[in-house]
């Protein structure tokens, strides 16, 4: 884990994955959290600049998990699409985004953050890498 004075600089511990949420064409938030432990929560994304901040996404939002493998145990897993379908691909995804948060002039900020768990974990190492007790 790499420790920083700056809290968006510290690295995030475990195998990460971004889960997506959507409500109807619209996304609403993404949650980083580590693949090989159960979620605390799968519906609480925290800040991870400021703690104190979260967000609960709707129990009816659905989600889609981002980050793809390549390779597996050494071994290819996952063919490239074709540079029409990545196009289409990321159009699709740039729709999904409110226009207040594609905008150039004052956007809005797109909510983004560690699941609980995660962020207890990150919070965990931090204080015992520096000699904090808890």
Not at 31 to 47: F, T
Not at 102 to 121: C, D, I, M, S, T
Request: hydrophobic fraction near 35%.
């Amino acid at each position: 884990m790499k420790l920083s004075e700056q809290p968006i600089k510290v690295s995030n511990p475990g195998i990460q994955q971004v889960r997506r949420f959507h409500l109807g064409n619209e996304f609403i938030g993404d949650m980083i959290y580590n693949e090989g432990v159960p979620m605390e929560s799968d519906r609480v994304i925290v800040d991870p600049i400021n703690m104190s901040r979260s967000k609960k996404m709707p129990a009816d939002a659905t989600t889609e998990d981002l980050l793809i493998p390549i390779f597996k145990q050494g071994g290819l897993v996952y063919q490239s699409l074709k540079i029409e379908e990545l196009r289409k691909r990321t159009q699709d995804q740039l729709a999904g985004f409110h226009d207040g948060i594609k905008r150039f002039l004052n956007p809005h900020e797109y909510p983004v953050g560690l699941e609980a768990g995660l962020n207890q974990l990150k919070t965990e190492l931090i204080l015992k890498a520096r000699g904090i007790d808890t």
